[in-house]
T-cell receptor, first 115, second 113 residues
Framework: DAGVIQSPRHEVTEMGQEVTLRCKPISGHDYLFWYRQTMMRGLELLIYFNNNVPIDDSGMPEDRFSAKMPNASFSTLKIQPSEPRDSAVYFC?????????????FGDGTRLSIL | TQLLEQSPQFLSIQEGENLTVYCNSSSVFSSLQWYRQEPGEGPVLLVTVVTGGEVKKLKRLTFQFGDARKDSSLHITAAQPGDTGLYLCAGVRIIQGAQKLVFGQGTRLTINP
């Protein structure tokens, strides 16, 4: 079975440029999460969706960050304009909620470097 | 604000030794999950502990949830090089039906042959 698919795997760009990260969740999963991982702050939740609707974006660092989920099989996380401090590994995860034992399934991440 | 404190952050030991990783919080969680992350990959769930005082075993790994559901530990017996990786604990809160995870900083474990 295909897991969560993220693209690109690596992105290197200059500050000020727009960056778009993409995620395809596992089919049938109704929750989608975006995380950011850095050495300093660990793994942090940025935003999550339920049935394509954003539920909690309190983790989004600032207005330069935006996320969309136009349909059940696709989500994007956009940074515009990008800054060097946005450099991190960004993960997408999906889950189907039945009880608290359910795992979140993570993609392999996008390693973003802003020069 | 780091709600979950994991310790140690780094641990390097010899094959065959035992080790314990701790995950502490001042907050109560619905449950607590342990993940393992390999380089270049996303975290993968190892176990979920739900009940205060619960103990779960996964081969040589023993996971315990504190009685007050605020802390947890991971004990590895006779560690092997294949146990090398980043171990993450995550407190689970159920908010509006969603499983919201709060991660610890992680413990980077290296088992030397």
């Amino acid at each position: 079975d295909a897991g969560v698919i993220q693209s690109p795997r690596h992105e290197v760009t200059e500050m000020g440029q727009e960056v778009t990260l993409r995620c395809k969740p596992i089919s049938g999963h109704d929750y989608l999460f975006w995380y950011r991982q850095t050495m300093m702050r660990g793994l942090e939740l940025l935003i999550y969706f339920n049935n394509n609707v954003p539920i909690d974006d309190s983790g989004m660092p600032e207005d330069r960050f935006s996320a969309k989920m136009p349909n059940a099989s696709f989500s994007t996380l956009k940074i515009q304009p990008s800054e060097p401090r946005d450099s991190a590994v960004y993960f997408c995860a999906s889950s189907v909620y039945r009880d608290s034992n359910q795992p979140q399934h993570f993609g392999d991440g996008t390693r973003l470097s802003i020069l | 604000t780091q709600l979950l404190e994991q310790s140690p952050q780094f641990l390097s030991i010899q094959e065959g030794e035992n080790l314990t990783v701790y995950c502490n919080s001042s907050s109560v969680f619905s449950s607590l999950q342990w993940y393992r992350q390999e380089p270049g990959e996303g975290p993968v769930l190892l176990v979920t502990v739900v009940t205060g005082g619960e103990v779960k075993k996964l081969k040589r790994l023993t996971f315990q949830f504190g009685d007050a559901r605020k802390d947890s530990s991971l004990h590895i017996t006779a560690a092997q090089p294949g146990d090398t990786g980043l171990y993450l604990c995550a407190g689970v809160r159920i908010i509006q039906g969603a499983q919201k995870l709060v991660f610890g900083q992680g413990t980077r474990l290296t088992i030397n042959p």
